[in-house]
């Protein structure tokens, strides 16, 4: 089965830029969605189709993707984007959804 | 307003057999592709079964054989049978619409919390 693999945890500062990265296996021809979740609530996505921004989310937020590796990139961190951020694609040959890990996002 | 309101969930000796629905208001079930995602306690989320729109079934490798998704088009409802639950299905499970095969889940439910103890 498909497999997507996320780091743990990433450390960012206020103001400073963090990258949240996706590998996969030839990740390069699916779409990648990511998801942000707060404690307590249910996720919410932040870009579609690798790089789309659902109306609402902040411009800060963008992906990209090269190689085997999705991004997603969040300027100019603020304390409120603090929390869980998960990649997810379609895996057509099997018709199965497949998540990464997730990654919990720190604002120190 | 575009809304999804899960229920049925609960505290379920191993074993045991439990079923989730899903209310959906503001859009058809039977118009889109419905998902159920779970989320253990402290861990992150999986992904478990989807109904196509023509009706069409898959299942998580974990859940196969054991849960069964379904809807009922006149109530607008989806629904997921849970059957010789295990201690490693306790979590919360949501309910989520995407809108084609390939879609990121736009709307999500707030989740029911199934507890098997």
């Known amino acids: 089965s498909y497999v997507l693999t996320q780091p743990p945890s990433v450390p960012v500062a206020p103001g400073k830029t963090a990258r949240i990265t996706c590998g996969g296996n030839n990740i390069g021809s699916k779409s990648v969605h990511w998801y942000q979740q707060k404690p307590g609530q249910a996720p919410v996505v932040v870009i579609y189709?690798?790089?789309d921004r659902p109306s609402g989310i902040p411009e800060r937020f963008s992906g990209s993707k090269s190689g085997n590796t999705a991004t997603l990139t969040i300027s100019r961190v603020e304390a409120g984007d603090e929390a869980d951020y998960y990649c997810?694609?379609?895996?057509?040959?099997?018709?199965?959804?497949?998540f990464g890990g997730g990654t919990k996002l720190t604002v120190l | 307003e575009v809304q999804l309101v899960e229920s049925g969930g609960g505290l379920i000796q191993p074993g045991g057999s439990l079923r989730l629905s899903c209310a959906a208001s503001?859009?058809?079930?039977?118009?889109?592709?419905m998902s159920w995602v779970r989320q253990a306690p402290g861990k992150g989320l999986q992904w478990v079964s989807i109904i196509y729109r023509g009706g069409s079934t898959y299942y998580a490798d974990s859940v196969k054989g054991q849960f069964t998704i379904s809807r009922d088009n006149s109530k607008n409802t989806l629904y997921l049978q849970m059957n010789s639950l295990r201690a490693e299905d306790t979590a919360v499970y949501y309910c989520?619409?995407?809108?084609?095969?390939?879609?990121?889940?736009?709307?999500w439910g707030q989740g029911t919390m199934v507890i098997v103890s």
């Open positions: 989520v619409r995407s809108e084609a095969p390939g879609d990121a889940f736009d709307v």
């Open positions: 503001g859009f058809s079930v039977s118009s889109n592709y």
């Open positions: 189709y690798d790089t």
């Open positions: 997810q694609v379609w895996d057509s040959s099997s018709d199965h959804w497949v």
